[in-house]
């Protein structure tokens, strides 16, 4: 956990005053800097000290063994690792011949500050070295949104009142030292040293290309760097390369009060197909176009284009400023996981660390896009494109389950299965549907018909295949969908899972109704009319469980017979419970790891009555222990449908403070981006209400009593739409587009440019709110008396 | 498959004539010796040709890592494995300097014998080196049932033709080389070399010593020979040892029809704690006891011990000679498999191979305890006690696993969990109550009170406690056991298994009967009343599932509502199911690996009406695959009971067939004993419809059409009864014992020394004989014309 105070409640900064070791590998993660293709964790400048160094290509990886005590048909063979790429982020310090190293000398001054509209990272250092000789250091970092193939770092030292002999060795490294990742000799071996050298080259005065490529997968990249340097006096440039090594050197005197400038620019590119050539050539001109636009202009760029997305993206929370920083940190941190990703995966950890391999899960089509569908619908378009680019495999997958369709992975890099535990992962088939959900509600709020008709549909028609060869109907006429495992990862291989089968109905009517509005295309994909029927009838046909005695739905078949976890038995130091208990015990027993029959509540809310939605969340909420990041901004939706405000704000807080404070105590391994997504989704379809169903959009705003004001703009429909709540009313106003039919708590009225409507909240009744698993309330982390705001 | 025709239907032996090196492994196992205690395969004695090498020590293992993919909290990190021990069976044969190799020369005559009376495997050898000299070569091995630590070969060369010069290297050999039992090169690692030379001596004129431990297990084992020589004209012998080697050299010359013998004693014993001076003591105790026997006495010892246990295991079954002789091979593996194991486990194959890593499983308890319980009763303690032994591991692993009493562990061999798929391992906890049945038949067929008071009361009191935990009282006041895998691997985590909760429910009243009866021992277990009475209600609430529109049981809840397996679009190539379909997959739909219900429907006939039974077996009979060896003799006897006589015949012989027609095409890796079993079940529980039930031994015998008579003995509270069998009538005696009250197809009689009792059997109703999956039927293995019966 987090607890020095030193992130301050900056609005649009996370600024860190100080520097704690002990959270370093934590603060890399936070601190990290990606536009989507390349990302580079926070770590200092000059290599060490560092908690886990990154640098990182989106779908860049090697293959791992994956072993098994006893195999079984269809396993899949060997998984997919994210590795550490050639770092280009060091710039190494000599003073007077001795390192530059805060562990070293007196650290007088240390502040690092990540930008949410610059989008830098900008550190300001005053050291002083054993010898006693005073240095400023300071950098900014970027990666480039709009040049997807650069990043850079202007750093500079001044000599603070002596004069003093300055190296700086500027370097891109490959196959540096890391923990190894696994206590499996085959797999760290498989690891350890994933780049094999191809090509090393300098050209002076400071511009060097190392490539690369893996063993095992079979992939090829380069990086290259390039440097300005200005100094006041006589400098010396000089380039080395080893295989693995590219070094630039500079090496200058400076007077007290003089400073050297570097600039380094950046180039990364990586290929599974363009040869050695191509790609050095490649990062060459990246190289080159970044030195054309210069430092300023690739800042300015970077503002211009984070201006656009605020200027969509606004979210504004009043009397609850750690929310509001933590609301826009995660809004951030999701664009830069996305930006320009552009047919690659959207991982679960962005590029912030190698946790979970690097993997991608559902958490991008459930928990991410909907956040970028309504602030930067491009983006989750790229997202969907690459989901649907990857078919071919998820259609081999299918066939080797023996279904017809296509079987998405549970976790992935490229679109192969990488899941070594089919409990777990291959039985999750719903994936499948959340991946058509996302579908739908990009469609809904883009109506971005050229996409539907190149990948929309197709994912739609095979997904709805799938689910049409894993059900069956049974002697009664029902549909049911046996065996497989929820969200809920505390369960596994039910039968008739709710979840799973209102999202497979979705997808069953979704694309029954698409092909019948894109017959050519359909026909082309060969669906005919009776396959469209006979996915309406298995839509249809669905069984829900439900248990009539307690007037709730049961997780999935049977599940309410259960026995309840003995909750009153388990310590504190016993959660996370996978860590502690065997799946058996947990499969076994009425208990939840994360929102399984909640979240169904919160994406398929039309297949239940608010009484039902009441009663069921009253059910729920003491069986959720919330060992899965992924929960607490679920239950909060939830909650702040059926009026439980404070608990919902007491959600929002412990979302909000996921990564921020580190309360799973694994923000060292990458940022949980789904968690991210989730402060945004509390904010706006929680407090704000927001759902979006058959294209009609609506709202049933009520700000918790923890906050005064609340404000977002979301895009729909080619229109910029502001919502603005306070405790008794609510104010819409269309931004821009033509006018639009909204809903306000279930009032329908059109709202037009310039015309904002402002409409009363009606009051919620009193309400006894529900209890948590003891021990498992919500963290509270409420303000602080100085407005610092973490947990301590 | 065997499909030679070189194994004739001699009634007491198994008579190979010829050597088809194709099926060499398979004979391996098929001729193994063994008591239980030392295993020897029947690997040829000049050592090649080999199909793989084979001598075990009953429960001398090393580790082998057991790697996850994913891990999770309370896997095994490590399991166990049979080793191949050092080989004493070599006698490499130099005729004029050619070594005896079948592979050269000509081969006159080949035959090898396993007698079924005599206990050895006799050998004779007519062979022509490539330089024309021809050679007899006869060799007869013994693994001794009464020296345990004892085996013995009788080894004689005769020159035919012309004079030879001749040189026997009887060996000693450790870590002869393998082929890779895994693709996984760690456990190839552990397991290449795993004996680690202590000591080697060798005495002449002609004994040697050789000490190995092992390095994982750090279990150590000592194996000596000693030799008597007996030659026509001069002869020298010499010994020489290297660490894995121990060699005696004997050399002569043999004029035409003069033989040179030599009878090659072995001692074999292994120790956890024994210093390596006493084990190298132990074994040469053993050798000089031999020795002081000698051969013929050892001869003489080995017949009178199977002619004891033949006289209490009669069978007889006239009409199908292939029957008869595969029921006596099962009866004669099984007592190998089991006479001298003495507190060690009784692994799935026996001491024949290294399937299964050596592991016993519940076959032991369910398939193989049945039958020796009434042929071999002291055997049969011996496993129940070796059991008992293992209850500070069992105990350790329910604490592990958050539960009380004992959990044994689902494949072992010294009683840590060895398997590494819970789903199909720790999940299936009706091992326990296996065990507790075992514990009950036990006692049921012997009265024993003392091995109640030490070891059965302990064994129902710790897995009553199991179930106890593992259960829960739902709110309708039902106990229900969640999330559990029954006998059929193609289910798993199933809530309410019919055969689990069946065996719970009579586990824990077993115990609180127990309990009751031995008060003061049950309170040195810290058993009060209340605790037996908590067990009692579970028993009584029980919960057992059925599916009232079907008119049957399901398998567990739910299962009659999933999806049928789709028979008729499976080939044959595609069978067994889970080497071609995912686990995923099986488990979700109706298809059964093996009997589950109807395995309920044999142990727990008491918890079923007739009419429930022939519908169960109706309805389960079609969605049954046999993809296990254990299901066919369970199939074959719920067939005899519903009145399925010609069903259950053909059950019979695919059963008797298993291993000597190699029908599963695995019998390489060894015998399959709970299949061996099965036999005995088919021609006892099956046609003889025997059935013990509350102490009270019945009998419901019906010949199928096939056979004309059967006849067997069983022991039953120091009694010797024989049941004989025609198709209109039964002749029950009691041929030691006093009285006895019997049941014949349901009606009681007194049975009484010297009066036989000839009873009729009531006819059976014409009936429709149900289907099994396309291309599942029983393998039609029909008596062929010339007595030969083997498939072809």
Chains 1, 2 share one sequence.
Not at 356 to 385: K, M, N
Not at 554 to 561: I, L, N, R, S, W
Not at 773 to 786: T, Y
């Amino acid at each position: 956990m987090i607890t020095h105070e030193c992130f301050t409640s900056d609005p649009w900064c996370i600024r860190e005053c100080g520097l704690d070791l002990e959270v370093l590998a934590q603060t890399e993660s936070i601190f990290a800097l990606s536009n989507g293709h390349i990302g580079l964790r926070g770590n200092l400048d000059e290599g060490e000290p560092v908690g886990i160094p990154g640098t990182y290509l989106n779908g860049f990886y090697e293959l791992r063994p994956l072993p098994y005590a006893e195999g079984g048909y269809g396993y899949p063979e060997s998984g997919q690792a994210l590795i550490n790429v050639t770092n280009g982020k060091l710039l190494r310090l000599l003073v007077d011949d001795e390192p530059f190293d805060i562990r070293y000398g007196t650290l007088h001054n240390h502040e690092r500050v990540l930008d949410l509209r610059a989008g830098t990272l900008q550190r300001e250092v005053e050291w002083e070295s054993p010898a006693g000789q005073r240095v400023k250091v300071s950098s900014t970092r970027l990666v480039s949104f709009t040049q997807r193939a650069v990043a850079a770092i202007s750093f500079e030292v001044e000599a603070v009142g002596a004069a003093a002999r300055v190296v700086v060795q500027s370097e891109l490294v490959a196959n540096e030292p890391l923990a190894a990742p696994t206590g499996d000799p085959r797999v760290a071996e498989a690891l350890r040293s994933p780049l094999v050298a191809e090509d090393d080259a300098a050209r002076d005065p400071g511009r060097v290309v190392l490539v690369h490529h893996t063993a095992g997968s079979g992939l090829r990249m380069a990086a290259a760097m390039d440097h300005l340097v200005e100094a006041p006096q006589k400098v010396d440039v000089s380039a080395e390369t080893s295989p693995d090594i590219g070094r630039v050197t500079v090496t200058t005197v400076l007077a007290p009060g003089e400073r050297l400038r570097i600039v380094k620019f950046l180039a990364y590119g990586w290929s599974g197909v363009r040869s050695r050539q191509a790609l050095r050539d490649q990062v060459a001109a990246a190289l080159t176009a970044a030195s054309y636009t210069g430092w300023e202009g690739l800042i300015e760029e970077q503002r211009a284009y984070l201006d656009a997305f605020w200027d969509d993206a606004l979210i504004e929370v009043e009397g609850d400023p750690t929310v509001e920083q933590a609301a826009r940190f995660a809004l951030f941190q999701m664009l830069q996981a996305s930006a320009r990703a552009e047919r690659r995966a959207i991982p679960a950890k962005g590029l912030t660390g190698q946790g979970y391999d690097g993997h991608a899960f559902w958490d991008s089509e459930t928990f991410v896009l909907p956040v970028l569908i309504y602030t930067a619908p491009e983006v989750a378009a790229h997202e969907l494109r690459w989901r649907h680019s990857t078919l071919p495999i998820a259609r081999q997958r299918a066939r080797a389950l023996g279904l017809a369709g296509a079987a998405f992975p549970w976790r992935t890099i490229a679109g192969a299965e990488c899941s070594g535990y089919w409990p777990a992962g291959t039985a999750a088939f719903h994936i499948n549907a959340d991946i058509a959900a996302a579908v739908l509600w990009y469609m809904e709020a883009t109506e971005d018909e050229a996409f539907m008709r190149e990948a929309g549909l197709e994912l739609l028609v095979e997904t709805a295949r799938l689910w049409r060869s894993l059900g069956h109907h049974d002697r009664t006429g029902q549909f049911r969908i046996s065996g497989v495992t929820g969200p809920d990862e505390y369960s596994a291989l039910q039968n008739n899972n709710v979840y799973t089968n209102l999202m497979a109905q979705q997808n069953l009517s979704a694309a029954a109704d698409a092909v019948q509005h894109h017959e050519a295309e359909a026909q082309a994909l060969g669906v005919d009319q009776e396959e469209a029927a006979s996915w309406r009838d298995a839509a249809r046909d669905m069984f829900i469980p439900y248990d009539p005695e307690l007037g709730v739905h049961p997780q999935a078949d049977g599940y309410t017979t259960l026995e309840v976890w003995d909750f009153e038995a388990t310590r504190p130091d016993q959660y996370p419970l996978f860590l502690h208990f065997p799946y058996f015990d947990l499969y076994r027993k009425q208990v939840l790891k994360q929102a399984d029959l909640v979240l169904a509540m919160q994406l398929r809310g039309d297949a239940f009555t608010f009484e039902e939605k009441q009663r069921n969340f009253a059910y729920y909420e003491p069986l959720t222990v919330r060992d899965s990041s992924l929960s607490a901004a679920t239950q909060g939706v939830l909650a702040a449908e059926v009026g439980q405000l404070d608990l919902a704000y007491d959600y929002l807080r412990e979302t909000a403070l996921l990564d921020l404070g580190d309360l799973h105590d694994n923000t060292r391994n990458g940022l949980h981006l789904a968690a991210l997504a989730g402060v945004w989704s509390l904010l706006v379809a929680g407090c704000g209400g927001m759902r979006c169903q058959q294209g009609q959009i609506g709202f049933a705003p009520r700000v918790p009593p923890g906050l005064v004001r609340l404000a977002f703009r979301v895009r729909f429909r080619g229109r910029q739409l502001q919502v603005e709540v306070t405790s008794g009313e609510a104010r819409y106003e269309l931004r821009s587009g033509p006018p639009l039919d909204l809903l306000h708590h279930g009032q329908r009225f059109t709202l037009s440019e310039r015309t904002p409507m402002v409409l009363a909240i009606p009051p919620l009744p009193p309400m006894v709110r529900p209890s948590q698993p003891k021990g498992r309330e919500p963290l509270h982390v409420r303000p602080g008396p100085e407005g610092t705001s973490y947990p301590s």
